[in-house]
């Protein structure tokens, strides 16, 4: 199984300033069909549901505020929030979904606002 | 509009069953497929099962395996998942979740539902 590790755990931006989260996954999610990372990105706020935000290592969601960026590929990734608002603090989770038929999640980052 | 509802979470005692339900509406139902994801309190998030869009294909994490059933109505546009032999470690809000429309992954989820909290304990 593909173990995905996320850091730090927890993360502290004053707002306006960038925001990395860094998801490493225990073997490659390099989808070799298409040449593609299946690497996602979501976000958790309190007392709602996950919301997709990035697929694809960097491609975003519709909707999806372009602050927001994914990079990476192979085992190493990364979620940029390129200038931190007041919504954004959440608790963030990576998944791969390249090991069908069964999918796995980081244990998530929680950012807060300095 | 994508709307994911669950129902039929509550306390129960452990070796005990429940039934979770997820109804659908605002898209395709048969069209994809369809998951439930959970999380623990205060934890992070955990796969537990996938059903294609046919009902034909099921899958299970080792955790849950020969436990818990995954199953789908076409006509009434609902998900389900059946739990025997409820465990402590069961306890969770249970997540319904929708097969992405921009890939051809079923286990990439583009929208969740609200969750219906699931207690096992005596």
């Known amino acids: 199984d593909i173990v995905m590790t996320q850091s730090p755990d927890s993360l502290a931006v004053s707002l306006g300033e960038r925001a990395t989260i860094n998801c490493k996954s225990s073997q490659s999610v390099l989808n070799s069909s298409n040449n593609k990372n299946d690497l996602a990105w979501y976000q958790q706020k309190p007392g709602q549901p996950p919301k997709l935000l990035i697929y694809w290592a960097s491609t975003r969601e519709s909707g999806v505020p372009d602050r927001f960026s994914g990079s990476g590929s192979g085992t190493d990734f990364s979620l940029t929030i390129s200038s931190l608002q007041a919504e954004d603090v959440a608790v963030y989770y990576c998944q791969q979904y390249y090991t069908t038929p069964m999918c796995s999640f980081g244990q998530g980052t929680k950012l807060e606002i300095k | 509009e994508v709307q994911l509802l669950e129902s039929g979470g509550g306390l129960v005692q452990p070796g005990g069953s429940l039934r979770l339900s997820c109804a659908a509406s605002g898209f395709t139902f048969s069209n994809y497929a369809m998951s439930w994801v959970r999380q623990a309190p205060g934890k992070g998030l955990e796969w537990v099962s996938t059903i294609s869009g046919s009902g034909a294909t099921t899958s299970y994490a080792d955790s849950v395996k020969g436990r818990f059933t995954i199953s789908r109505d076409r006509s009434r546009k609902t998900l389900y998942l059946q739990m025997i032999f409820l465990r402590a470690e069961d306890t969770a809000v249970y997540y319904c979740?929708?097969?992405?429309?921009?890939?051809?992954?079923?286990?990439?989820?583009?929208?969740w539902g609200q969750g219906t909290l699931v207690t096992v304990s005596s």
């Open positions: 979740a929708k097969e992405s429309a921009s890939t051809s992954s079923w286990y990439l989820f583009d929208f």
